[in-house]
């Protein structure tokens, strides 16, 4: 059975920063690609970084040079750094992992960035 399961999210004042991490168990995680999505209330689900097997990065316009994306493959995890939170960043955050036709969601974490 797959499971993704972010941790690492929570209230953060503006500017601050926090740390995501998935643990992946049940694929075999460094041949699989893996990314991180955000929603916000009343909005979709869009792309915020993303790494792939090969540990090639891409990053949303909105968290350029602000977060960071990394993967521990001796670990199954990935991870999100994010630093200058904004409140514009406040979101619920998931993790997938794909490879082909093979996609997979973590139940996603809550980050709130409020003063």
């Known amino acids: 059975q797959v499971q993704l399961v972010e941790s690492g999210g929570g209230l953060v004042q503006p500017g601050g920063s926090l740390r995501l991490s998935c643990a992946a168990s049940?694929?075999?995680?460094?041949?699989?690609?893996m990314a991180w999505y955000r929603q916000a209330p009343g909005k979709q689900r869009e792309l915020v970084a993303s790494?792939?097997?090969?540990?090639?990065?891409n990053y949303a316009d909105s968290v350029l040079g602000r977060f960071t994306i990394s993967r521990d493959n001796a670990k199954n995890t990935v991870h999100l750094q994010m630093n200058s939170l904004n409140p514009e960043d406040t979101a619920v955050y998931y993790c997938?992992?794909?490879?082909?036709?093979?996609?997979?969601w973590g139940r996603g974490t809550q980050v709130t960035v409020s003063s």
């Open positions: 790494i792939t097997d090969f540990f090639r990065t």
């Open positions: 997938r992992a794909n490879r082909g036709q093979n996609v997979y």
């Open positions: 049940g694929i075999t995680f460094s041949i699989y690609d």
